[in-house]
């Protein structure tokens, strides 16, 4: 029994008269040094109204519904919580929101709010600080979400001059014009063929000249599942051109993807001058391919 009592008086001594405390280490360099894993309280919670208590750490929910967590209240002496950290995790379907006790508050930046909400997926750490007067909890980290459901694939391509422009691209089929192409490697889109349509302007209507395009994706197919493409013509050149695309298909044909669109050239319709609007220009298509994941 003595000796049991010296160990507990020596090791009471060292912890209250010494100013750095080593655990599986003889020299520590903080305060509380430990030369090995830290754990502690983990808890899930299914509960849609919960208070955090004293011993929390780190709190987990995947309840069914949106749930509300309710901070400690914040008081004084060995309830002023100083320094006191709270880990959330959100792996449900619903949200959390967090929330101070009545009189507290909460602050994310030098505005107190009452209440934070932690989406889907998100993650937040509150730190108590040392504001006893109305008592606050400081934001101190947030994990924004998982991406959203959608992923995305952009790029810009070509589009080539008109086969009946004054300065004529003639049209080709099985890619055998290779000028138009963009992109490197496996991320490049061959124009494989282009059918070009002539204005036509007479007396009783008027038709745009318009061309279609099969563009072919090198690299591996995309999954087209779900998948959106959003198109924009671009003018980068000094000719009042105005453009306008439309989606035809977006399909994988014999291990590649290919988008098919048909541009049209709208700024006028016929001969203006010595120029005509079958355009002899190289322009831009803007595309964006947005696949829904679940």
Known sequence: MKTKNIISLSLLWSLTFSAQVGIKTTTPNSTLAVAGSLGADYKQITTTAYTITATDHYLTYNGAANATFTLPVIGTGTTSYTGRIYKIKNISASSITLQASSGNTLRIDNTPVASFVIPTGAY????????????????????????????????????????????????????????????????????????????????????????????????TPFNVTNMYPILTAGNNSSFPDIFTTSFVSLANISGKTRLTVSVSRIDFIGNNGSNNSNWTGTFLLNLLLARKLY
Do not use: C
């Open 124 to 219: 937040a750490e509150v730190v108590n600080n040392s504001n006893t007067t109305g008592g606050t909890w400081d934001l101190s980290f947030t994990v924004l979400p998982k991406p959203s459901n959608v992923e995305i694939y952009g790029i810009q391509l070509s589009i080539p001059p008109h086969a009946n422009g004054t300065a004529p691209v003639a049209d080709w089929s099985n890619h055998t014009t290779t000028s138009y192409d963009t992109g490197t490697g496996t991320d490049a889109w061959w124009i494989i063929s282009k059918t070009s349509t002539t204005y036509a302007h007479t007396s009783s209507y008027s038709n745009a000249s318009r061309m279609m395009i099969v563009y072919e994706y090198q690299g």
